[in-house]
C-alpha cells in the first residue's frame, strides 16, 4: 500500500489563500478615504511660532474664552469682560476630524454681551472641535475645545 503525501496540496493551498488575503487587502485598502488635517501642513509647521503666541496671548486673559455646548443645540461663546465687544473680531472654526467636508467656518459676531450664539442642530452627531481665531485689533488669540454633539 502506497501512503501518499499531502504536503504539496497543502502548501499550494495555503499559498493560493494568502495571495487571495493578501490582494483583498489591498483593495480594501485603496477604497478608503483618507483626509489630512490640513493640505499645507507643512507650511502651517513653519508658521506655527504663531499659533503658539495667539495660545498664550489667550491663557493670559484673567476671564478666559467660554466654549460651551447648551442642552438647546446651541453652541454659546462667551468672550471675556476684559475686551470690549465692539473690538472683537475673527473666525470660528467648526471641525469635524473625521471628515474635512463637514469643516464649517463663521466669522465672530459677538452681540453687547459679548456672546455668540452658533446653532448646532444642523451639524452631524458625533464629536467636533471648536477652533476661534479671535482678536481685539491690537492682540490675537487662539481657542479651542472639544464639543460633542447628540
Same mark, same amino acid.
Given at each position: ?13 495555503? +499559498? ?15 477604497? =478608503? ?12 509647521? +513653519? *508658521? @506655527? ?15 478666559? !474664552?467660554? =466654549?460651551?455646548?447648551? /442642552?438647546?443645540?446651541? !453652541? +454659546? !461663546? ?14 470660528? +472654526?467648526?471641525?469635524?476630524? %473625521?471628515? /474635512? @467636508? ?8 459677538? %452681540? ?5 450664539? *452658533? ?16 482678536? %481685539?485689533?491690537?492682540?490675537? @488669540? @487662539?481657542?479651542?475645545?472639544? *464639543?460633542?454633539?447628540?
Amino acid at each position: 500500500m502506497k501512503k501518499e503525501n499531502y504536503w504539496p496540496v497543502g502548501i499550494t493551498v495555503f +499559498l493560493i489563500f494568502f495571495v487571495i488575503a493578501n490582494v483583498a487587502f489591498l483593495i480594501f485598502a485603496l477604497g =478608503i478615504e483618507t483626509n489630512l488635517v490640513s493640505e499645507n501642513y507643512y507650511e502651517d509647521e +513653519l *508658521v @506655527y511660532q504663531k499659533q503658539i503666541d495667539r495660545i498664550q496671548n489667550a491663557r493670559q486673559l484673567k476671564d478666559p !474664552l467660554q =466654549i460651551e455646548l447648551q /442642552k438647546s443645540g446651541q !453652541l +454659546l !461663546l462667551q468672550f471675556p469682560e476684559e475686551i470690549s465687544g465692539s473690538e472683537i473680531d475673527g473666525t470660528v +472654526l467648526l471641525f469635524r476630524p %473625521d471628515d /474635512k @467636508y463637514k469643516d464649517n467656518r463663521i466669522p465672530v459676531r459677538v %452681540d453687547e454681551e459679548r456672546r455668540q450664539w *452658533v446653532d448646532m442642530s444642523g451639524y452631524k452627531k458625533g464629536k467636533w472641535k471648536v477652533k476661534v481665531f479671535w482678536n %481685539d485689533r491690537t492682540t490675537k @488669540y @487662539y481657542n479651542e475645545a472639544p *464639543v460633542f454633539i447628540e
